[in-house]
Antibody, heavy 117, light 113 residues
């Protein structure tokens, strides 16, 4: 089972920016479609975005389109989520997850993003 | 967007009994390339990421106990836990991955009675 590791979470003020990273050890991430999925405190799961293996296709949920950008650097074995114009409702644990297709097979442990003044 | 509606929100089941969670999609989730329904089921315990149990509506992931089974077609799907064990207490989510945005059900909390 592939293991993914997220980083980059933290406390940010409303309107601020943050960049999350997702990487792996022991296998190459370039073979995976990678998604970001978030979970607000005490709430359910919400898919945020995904990116194809070569970065040529990207999809977003409406609530983040235009504010968040998913990207990847296969040479660095990493996928990123650039989050701009953050709102309090973006507060959540952000997970990266992926597999060869759109199935969310392997997950990281998550990184907490708190948007608060 | 495909809306996933789970029921019930929670249920309490005695050890050894059966738990059934229902999931309804607002439209079909059949992927014509493989003629399979693109439905996953996840288990999540407190402080942990979700764990994939079932894909393609009824295919158990390697290592998942056979007391977990998925069924359904069209727009109606179910996860059944036969012979509930104490370690099965968790929140369960269905999810469709036929099209973007990928969408989850609201979750069902399974407790031990």
């Amino acid at each position: 089972e592939a293991q993914l590791v997220e980083s980059g979470g933290g406390l940010v003020q409303p309107g601020g920016s943050l960049r999350l990273s997702c990487t792996t050890s022991g296998f190459t991430l370039s073979s995976f479609w990678v998604s970001w999925v978030r979970q607000a405190p005490g709430k359910g799961l919400e898919w945020v975005a995904n990116v194809k293996q070569d970065g040529s296709e990207k999809f977003y949920v409406d609530s983040v389109r235009g504010r968040f950008t998913i990207s990847r650097d296969n040479a660095k074995n990493s996928v990123y989520l650039q989050m701009n114009s953050l709102k309090t409702e973006d507060t959540a644990v952000y997970y990266c997850a992926g597999s060869g297709g759109w199935l969310l097979d392997s997950w990281g442990q998550g990184t907490l993003v708190t948007v608060s003044s | 967007d495909i809306v996933m509606t789970q029921s019930p929100d929670s249920l309490a089941v005695s050890l050894g009994e059966r738990a059934t969670i229902n999931c309804k999609s607002s439209q079909g989730v059949l992927y014509t390339a493989n003629n399979r329904n693109q439905i996953s089921w996840f288990q999540q315990k407190p402080g942990q990421p979700p764990k994939l149990l079932i894909s393609l509506a009824s295919t158990r992931r390697s290592g998942v106990p056979d007391r977990f089974s998925g069924s359904g077609s069209g727009t109606d799907f179910a996860l059944t836990i036969s012979g509930l064990q104490a370690e099965d207490a968790a929140v369960y989510y269905c999810q469709q991955y036929k099209e973007a945005p990928l969408t989850f059900g609201g979750g069902t909390k399974v407790e031990i009675k």
